[in-house]
């Protein structure tokens, strides 16, 4: 099976940082854990919300990586989701959101 990830309330809010936490602590905002045989790796969850979820839509070949060829659509972090610590992840701003080339959002502190 092809595991696919969005925002999941009410188990967190509908935030993508927080959805991404959720899926590999499967912490509640109130701190309990929520079946934690569910836990996914950061490579997993990354996988489930970028190129498992162009897959289950046939577009993979044009979305879902950045590789030659493909849109380019993404969004810049205030830290790397991938190594900071788990409890740091959502601490983790949106710096920018860059569609089509044009610079859509830029985080003002």
């Known amino acids: 099976a092809v595991v696919m990830n969005g925002t999941d309330p009410p188990v967190e809010e509908i935030d993508p ?3 991404f936490h959720c899926s590999i602590a499967r912490q509640l905002p ?3 854990i929520f079946q934690p045989e569910q836990r996914l790796t ?3 969850t990354l996988r489930s919300y970028t190129i498992n979820n162009a897959y289950a839509a046939f577009e993979e070949n044009f979305k879902g990586s950045l590789s030659t060829g493909k849109l380019a659509d993404l969004t810049v972090l205030s830290k790397d989701i991938m190594t900071v610590p788990e ?3 959502n601490e983790t701003e949106i710096v920018y959101t860059i569609i089509g080339g044009k610079v859509k959002y830029t985080w003002n502190r």
Do not use: M, N, P, T
Request: aromatic share 0%.
């Open 17 to 19: 940082i927080a959805s």
């Open 30 to 32: 109130d701190g309990s």
């Open 42 to 44: 950061r490579e997993q």
């Open 87 to 89: 409890d740091e992840i």
